[in-house]
T-cell receptor
Framework: NAGVTQTPKFQVLKTGQSMTLQCAQD?????MSWYRQDPGMGLRLIHY???????DQGEVPNGYNVSRSTTEDFPLRLLSAAPSQTSVYFC?????????????FGPGTRLTVL | DQQVKQNSPSLSVQEGRISILNCDYT??????FLWYKKYPAEGPTFLIS?????DKNEDGRFTVFLNKSAKHLSLHIVPSQPGDSAVYFC?????????????FGQGTRLTINP
């Protein structure tokens, strides 16, 4: 099992460009989420999904879109990149069989917006 | 408003001694707490958790203590080993529906010296 995979590992964008960060998991987990990590701020939840076709906003959703068409994939779209979106992005997944499950994280995507 | 705080950005401990990492929270609705460990260029990995119905949970060298009245939890690592050098994040969630929506602290960088 690959667990949670993220592509690309690194990306540099210019202000105003759009892109999609890919996330996939092979554990048949129902729950998937996106976090961003900034220095001195820990990880903050951007968007999450409790199953295919269901998404909701987290703490910092502005500037990002998500969709969940399959159980395995949960892409994060930046509509018009801004320097404030320079960050490390982590995707995570967990099973919903129990309310209190650990989340498994991918290796991250380091994004720089110039 | 930081609901989960780790006030020590860094901690240095000698190999073989006890490492104590601290975490404070402000939201009294939090009822589940987790510790994650993160190495550079990797995603966070789950370490140990505790439910609010307990005040202690042990797993090998790792013990988490929860003081609900003080809204404080701590992670003890005994004995500390060089491989424990990493950034440690405290995280919390509220209620069964929100159990997957984690709120993270800023992280504490632990360095174990030989």
């Amino acid at each position: 099992n690959a667990g949670v995979t993220q592509t690309p590992k690194f990306q540099v964008l210019k202000t105003g460009q759009s892109m999609t960060l890919q996330c996939a998991q092979d554990m048949n987990h129902e729950y998937m989420s996106w976090y961003r990590q900034d220095p001195g701020m820990g990880l903050r939840l951007i968007h999450y999904s409790v199953g295919a076709g269901i998404t909701d906003q987290g703490e910092v959703p502005n500037g990002y879109n998500v969709s969940r068409s399959t159980t395995e994939d949960f892409p994060l779209r930046l509509l018009s990149a801004a320097p404030s979106q320079t960050s490390v992005y982590f995707c995570a997944s967990s099973a919903l069989a129990s309310s209190y499950n650990e989340q498994f994280f991918g290796p991250g995507t380091r994004l720089t917006v110039l | 408003d930081q609901q989960v705080k780790q006030n020590s950005p860094s901690l240095s401990v000698q190999e073989g001694r006890i490492s104590i990492l601290n975490c404070d929270y402000t939201n009294s609705m939090f009822d589940y707490f987790l510790w994650y460990k993160k190495y550079p260029a990797e995603g966070p990995t789950f370490l140990i958790s505790i439910s609010s119905i307990k005040d202690k949970n042990e797993d090998g060298r790792f013990t988490v203590f929860l003081n609900k009245s003080a809204k404080h939890l701590s992670l003890h690592i005994v004995p500390s080993q060089p491989g424990d050098s990493a950034v440690y994040f405290c995280a919390a969630s509220a209620g069964s529906q929100g159990a997957q929506k984690l709120v993270f602290g800023q992280g504490t960088r632990l360095t174990i010296n030989p």
